[in-house]
C-alpha cells in the first residue's frame, strides 16, 4: 500500500482550499490529475498530519478529520479552533492558536478529546492579534510547547496515576 501513496501530493493554503493530486507517469514524462479540491478541508496555519488512510487538520475554526484519497470529511469538531498539531502514540497534541494544548485520540470514527489545559504562566500577548502559532513537538516521552519566549515541556509517557 505504500507505493500507492507515493504517487499522491496533498497541499493546503490558507484563504484558498486544500487538494490532492495524483502523479501519473508515462515514460519519461509525468502528469499531475487533480483527485479533489475544496476550500473548507484543513488549511490553517497549524498543517496536517497524515495518519493511515486519514488526514487531521484545522481549519480557522476546527478541527477535522477527512479521507486522505477522497477528501471526505469524516468529522469536524470547535475543539480549539485554529492550531498547529503532531502525532504520537496514537494521538493528536494540539497547540491552539489562543494558547491552549490539547490532547486527541486519532480515530476516523469521531471526535475524541481526551483533555485540554492553557499552561501557567503563558506569556503575556500585548497585541490581539499575537497568536501561538508554534507546533507542538514530542520526543523521548515530552511534550515541548512553545509560546513566543517560554517553552513548556511535560511529561506524557507517564503510567496513570503518578
Known sequence: MLSLYLRYVFSSATGTGSGLIKLK???????????????????????????????????GDALMCIDFLTGQIKWKERSLGAASLCYADGRLYLHGENGEVGLVEATPAAYREKGRFTPSGEPPHSNPMEKSWAYPVVANGHLYIRDHGDLWCYAVNAPVGR
Open 25 to 59: 507517469s508515462d515514460g519519461s514524462k509525468v502528469e499531475p490529475e487533480e483527485i479533489y479540491f475544496q476550500a473548507n478541508i484543513p488549511t490553517a496555519i497549524g498543517g496536517v498530519v497524515k495518519v493511515g488512510d486519514n488526514l487531521y487538520g484545522a481549519t
